[in-house]
């Protein structure tokens, strides 16, 4: 009880709670989203249990030492490997995808997962070679480590979490201050290494996206019909919205995925510009508090963790809010803390945790 007593007094208060915020908003989105549906309760009391189980994950890595991850980081990295393969072959198709495992009552998604185990793989691995960066064959053996998840991903067509993956790894690898010629010869291989995802791995319908994305009325019943329902609920939404659970777009479900890759799309209908913006700007200052951590980490492990998982959740929102408002293809991101989704926001909520522990960490602060 002291030590819990000990870790509240510790924790970024400001941090946590733009984190209890966002998970607040988006409880009422997944409410107000589904609000014609039977199965609306449902849908909200499932989200309660994996918020549960998250708090519960969240102050459990808050106090454990975060530096035990270094030492088990290959099995975790391993363990996140083996679900990427076992979900090609075990896990059940939704829309054509096979992204997750059916365990009756919940699904489980293993890349959201592999996020935080790719950090903490990453993390080990430039904190024990920082002063040998400097190698190239380092950086390659880097990448190696990032395109096996990457390669996984992308036999399941899930875009969005391979570029944020391969952004995690670019973020962490810039931060180790690699020679200038490094970074050239890093260019050339992403721009070789894009062309090979365009024309190896990428399936028809992921291709058909991006066009739609840059002319969405070339299809607008097929291709590009859930950009323009995206658009449209943004618009429609005006400057303070049509109110709470009476979004046309979405309550007449036009908008598909309301409650998970479109949820920005719904608040912005139901809240408006006003509503949208104030997310928006809790998300800042979100990141500034993540900002911190990472400013003032004081060893090098601590310092790459707080970076990976800032990384993480910058680019994932970053993707989602565009995707929403038409500023980048659909990829299927969740927002983080807001969407509906057990996998994700478990694993927003222990990732939170570890950031804290690096911050507590930081003050000197044991609980052993």
Known sequence: MTNFLILLRRVDKYLLGASMFLVMVGFLMIYSTTFSESENIGLVTRQLVFFSIGLVLFFTFSSLDYKYLRRISVYIYVVGIALLVAVLFFGF?????????????????????????????????????????????????SFLLTLLPIALVMMQTDLGSAMVLAAIWLGMLLACGIKKQHLLWLVLALVIFSLLVWFVFLADYQKDRVFSFLDPNMDPQGKGYNAIQSITAVGSGGLAGQGFARGIVSQLRFLPERQTDFIFASLAEELGFVGASLLIIIF???????????????????????????????????????????????????????SYGGSSLIVSLVALGVMENVLIRSQGVSFD
């Open 93 to 141: 198709d939704i829309r054509g995808t096979t992204r997750w495992f059916d365990l009756g009552v919940v699904q489980l998604q293993p890349v959201e997962y592999m996020k935080l185990a790719l950090i903490i793989m990453l993390a080990t691995f430039f904190q024990r070679r920082l002063p040998a960066m400097t190698q190239f064959k380092n950086i390659i053996f």
């Open 284 to 338: 800042g200052f979100w990141f500034f508090r993540m900002a911190h951590v990472i400013r003032d980490s004081r060893e090098n492990f601590g310092f790459f963790l707080a970076l990976g998982i800032f990384i993480y959740f910058f680019v994932q929102s970053g993707i989602n809010i565009a995707m929403n408002i038409g500023l980048l293809p659909i990829t299927g991101l969740p927002l983080p803390l807001v």
